[in-house]
């Protein structure tokens, strides 16, 4: 079946696709930054192009599926299928499975990395952390969160202690890798979570982490390169990397805005920093400190480091003209853009309370659609 989607311009479609399909989907539109609806058009035109019949595909215990196709396309698509004489579900599936086979995955495309980063404490910066992550991983991307804070808000909102410090951990892995035994993607943990599908894992915080800055001060390699160094042994394992940086200017936070630099041959808009902001004015100051200190990285090593968009968070339009020019002044800048504008609503709060994902918490709050507008801006 089909319905109008407001504005006239697409009609959802509401169908059946067989699990494998729907996963391997996922995961290569998010590998590719297409958009799902996007990929499931483009697979029903050439599948409807396509010159000779294709194979049959089982779609036994098929489940529900549903996206947004351009207006007209469905029916057209509905009678191909009775000409060709399928059901709808096998046509689907054969358009889908046409797509995944004309659009491989980009084997030279490294690792997606994202720094959540502000100087100014109080932002939410581990709340966007944690829910652009957990929306990666919903959309099938195998995901790392990095709890690169060393107060460790994110591992203990998730229900993770942090690793006792003299333990091998990230600090340690950064500042001593010559000396480590233990491979640091063994030090991840799964978030649970049936909308995850095992696909999200955190790097919990250590308790020395509050340490790394004075340990960066003596460290003898390229102390900017620290944090790449430790992660850059992880990275094949996952899709998207999202780090939840602690709010200062020091060495460690260098570290964190170096490694979200673009690298050689790496499509722009894929790495970088996202930036958490508050609708109010010490907020845009400290904006102002931050873009300093990133000028100041570019300047000194040579390097590009993309400001991916901006995150109003906990917006309350309630609390009048400060908020709302400050949300119009965020808006006016265009660049970085404003990627979502998250509501200061309970939700976000009580998954914290019960240590659970917002996403597998309250999956369609209004804060879960904010962090997964997020990443399709980012697309």
Known sequence: ???????????????????????????????????????????????QAHPAPLPQIETAGAESFGTWLPEGLYDSFKSDSRDRGISYIQGLAQAVALWLEQNPADETQTVRRLVVCNQK???????????????FAEMGSRTLLVDYDPQGHLSHQLGLKAIPAGQESLVTHMLHRDDTQQPLIDLTVVIEGQRFGD??????????????????????????????????????????????????????????????????????GSSGLVIPVEAEDTSAQAYGMLIDQVSSLVRDYDIDVEQLGLVVNKYDSRRGFIATSSLDKWKALGSPPVLSVIPDVKEQREAVRVQRPLLDYAPECDQAHGMRQIV????
Do not use: C
């Open 199 to 268: 696909r999200l894992r955190v790097l919990p915080a250590a308790f020395d982490a509050f340490l790394l800055d004075s340990g960066l001060t003596i460290f003898r390699g390229p102390r900017h390169a620290a944090l790449e160094r430790a992660l850059v042994t992880v990275e094949e394992h996952f899709d998207v990397i999202v780090v939840d940086s602690p709010p200062s200017l020091g060495l460690a936070m260098d570290a964190g805005l170096v490694y979200g630099r673009q690298r050689d041959g790496e499509k722009p």
């Open 376 to 379: 399709r801006g980012l697309a």
């Open 121 to 135: 404490g109080g932002v939410g910066k581990t709340a966007v952390s944690a829910g652009i992550a957990q929306a």
């Open 1 to 47: 079946m089909s319905s109008p989607k407001p504005g006239g311009e697409r009609e959802k479609l509401v169908s059946k696709l067989p699990a494998h399909l729907r996963q391997a989907l996922k995961v290569r539109a998010a590998q590719l930054n297409t958009d799902l609806q996007d990929a499931v058009s483009v697979g029903i035109q050439a599948w």
